[in-house]
């Protein structure tokens, strides 16, 4: 599967943003769908997970409350929700795909990568 994502940008601390990811080639919903980021100098932190259904979901403990990540299987489209922003935030954003028929929150564990998409929260 072909990823592409898109919605980054600049924001204030408090604002919100909305990632989106377009998936292409196999069948999108046979994939468990998951955003991470990193911060320049940082380890690739997973940020949110979502189900092939989209009926499961997990945050990070970071992100909870504020991050909002959901699926549309018809538009083969994975959505990450960002309200309440921090600088804390600021990260290139990936959207990921794994085939594993239960991946942990983990990079390893996702095998289809997008490029990537800045995110900076100024304060």
């Known amino acids: 599967v072909q990823l592409q994502a898109s919605g980054g940008g600049l924001v204030q601390a408090g604002g919100s943003l909305r990632l989106s990811c377009a998936a292409s080639g196999r069948t999108f919903s046979s994939y468990f769908m998951g955003w991470f980021r990193q911060a320049s100098g940082t380890e690739r932190e997973c940020v949110a997970t979502i189900s092939r259904s989209g009926f499961s979901t997990d945050y990070a403990d970071s992100v909870k409350g504020r991050f909002s990540i959901s699926r549309d299987n018809a538009k083969n489209t994975v959505y990450l929700q960002m309200n309440s922003l921090k600088p804390e935030d600021t990260a290139v954003y990936y959207c990921?795909?794994?085939?594993?028929?239960?991946?942990?929150?983990?990079?390893?564990?996702?095998?289809?990568w997008g490029q990537g998409t800045q995110v900076t929260v100024s304060s």
């Open positions: 990921a795909a794994s085939a594993k028929a239960r991946p942990t929150c983990d990079y390893r564990d996702f095998s289809s």
